[in-house]
């Protein structure tokens, strides 16, 4: 059974950073494509970043250069840390993983297996 737990959520202020942590089960994320998806209240769900079996990464127009998804193969953990935070970032991250990487690294059909999320809020 796999299984992804996200931690490291929390409140923060604008500017602040928080490292985000997705603990894999059940799967081993060397040969699996890993996101991370928000969503904020009354939005719909959107792609944040993904990292390939190769580490090849994606991210969303609004957190390149702020963000950086990474992966410890020996933990069989995926991270994404997050800098100079800003409330528009506030929503609920969930991790995302897939045995079948695709191009659309963005679709949330791509990914097989979903985490229960945590909550990043920042305030102004």
């Known amino acids: 059974q796999v299984q992804l737990v996200e931690s490291g959520g929390g409140s923060v202020q604008t500017g602040g950073s928080l490292r985000l942590s997705c603990a894999a089960s059940g799967i081993t994320i060397r040969w699996t494509c890993m996101g991370w998806f928000r969503q904020a209240q009354g939005k719909e769900r959107e792609a944040v970043a993904s990292?390939?079996?190769?580490?090849?990464?994606n991210y969303a127009d609004s957190v390149k250069g702020r963000f950086t998804v990474s992966r410890d193969i020996a933990q069989n953990t995926l991270s994404l840390q997050m800098n100079s935070l800003k409330p528009e970032d506030t929503a609920m991250y969930y991790c995302?993983?897939?045995?079948?990487?695709?191009?659309?690294?963005?679709?949330?059909?791509?990914?097989?297996?979903w985490g229960q999320g945590t909550q990043v809020t920042v305030s102004s």
């Open positions: 990292i390939t079996t190769v580490e090849s990464t």
């Open positions: 995302a993983a897939t045995p079948w990487c695709q191009t659309l690294w963005f679709r949330e059909a791509n990914y097989n297996y």
